[in-house]
């Protein structure tokens, strides 16, 4: 297993620490061809104004949808990333999404970075105590289409969902010591492996 992470900005090494704890291989995707080499991808946190700049600058944008809406490989945006991948952004309308999961959201939704905090989530699909979850300057998901998966709330707001392939959440699971969401992540990497497997066998 290789898991690419969108090399653009933002925070990589924290993902990238995080997958070598759990033994998983990552590289930083900055080109269409480097999607080839990866069986999952993270969006890290980071300036999503900033980083959807890169992706058309660098001729990553149609790949990206390529691989994730009709490839169905798995995905995993946090905090900016899910910026990136939802449909729209309702206090920002000018900036432009993948349009990726039908989710409308809402940038630093709950203040600037001096409002940062942490909350105890739980988290459904994640079993045992609640999970420590990180909020810098984090978007929340105003609304969520009707096959999208909700998976966790903070005060009423959701801040982590899925669907199908693509996972997002709020906040930063990457800066915490809990693996249990990128084993998650992993988790649907795993099955997506075996889904691809399957039907090379068949075909």
Request: proline content about 3%; charged content about 30%; aromatic content about 6%.
């Amino acid at each position: 297993m290789k898991i690419g992470i969108l090399g653009m900005q933002g925070a990589i090494e924290e993902h990238e620490a995080m997958l070598s704890s759990l033994g998983v291989e990552s590289i930083r995707v900055k080109k269409p061809s480097q999607l080839e080499e990866v069986d999952g991808l993270i969006f890290p946190g980071g300036e999503s104004t900033t980083m959807i700049k890169l992706i058309n600058f660098t001729g990553l944008k149609e790949p990206l949808i390529e691989y994730i809406a009709r490839k169905k490989m798995p995905v995993f945006g946090t905090c900016a990333g899910m910026i990136l991948l939802s449909k729209s952004i309702d206090n920002y309308t000018a900036q432009e999404t993948l349009d990726l999961i039908d989710v409308e959201v809402r940038r630093n939704a709950f203040g600037r970075q001096i409002d940062s905090f942490e909350e105890e989530l739980v988290v459904e699909g994640i079993e045992g105590e609640p999970v420590k979850a990180v909020f810098i300057r984090a978007p929340i998901i105003d609304h969520a289409g009707e096959e999208v998966e909700i998976l966790a709330k903070h005060e009423e707001k959701i801040v982590m969902a899925r669907y199908e392939n693509i996972l997002v959440s709020s906040f930063h699971p990457e800066i915490t010591e809990d693996k249990r969401i990128h084993e998650y992540f992993l988790g649907m990497v795993k099955e997506w492996q075996e889904s691809q497997k399957s039907e090379a066998e068949c075909c």
